[in-house]
């Protein structure tokens, strides 16, 4: 089993920076990957940005390209998402996942999942 808690969501104006945090334990053996998700009310979870734990390797969606930054501390087995030039669009609960194989931006690839923190931008 592998736990995964998030914290690091709040009320933020827009064009603001929030930094959330993921910190896992379980394991013994690294994921593959960890990814960020969020979901908004009456909509779909949605990929946001993902990390290869070996290498570091990152990926964003579109919407997110040049305001978030993934990166992560094995040493503390934690991911942090860096979400700056905040938008109220970017209003969701945001969800860690971790993965040991398969496509990055699919949920269903994600094996183990947080409880969520709430982020909301507010115009």
């Known amino acids: 089993q592998v736990q995964l808690v998030e914290s690091g969501g709040g009320l933020v104006q827009a064009g603001g920076s929030l930094r959330l945090s993921c910190a896992g334990s379980?394991?013994?053996?690294?994921?593959?990957?960890m990814g960020w998700f969020r979901q908004a009310p009456g909509k779909e979870r949605e990929f946001v940005a993902a990390?290869?734990?070996?290498?570091?390797?990152?990926f964003y969606a579109d919407s997110v390209k040049g305001r978030f930054t993934v990166s992560r501390d094995n040493a503390k087995n934690t991911v942090y998402l860096q979400m700056n030039n905040l938008k109220p669009e970017d209003t969701a609960v945001y969800y860690c996942?971790?993965?040991?194989?398969?496509?990055?931006?699919?949920?269903?690839?994600?094996?183990?999942w947080g409880q969520g923190t709430q982020v909301t931008v507010s115009s």
């Open positions: 996942a971790a993965t040991w194989g398969g496509s990055y931006y699919k949920t269903s690839t994600y094996n183990y």
């Open positions: 379980g394991r013994t053996d690294s994921p593959y990957r």
């Open positions: 990390i290869r734990w070996s290498g570091g390797n990152t």
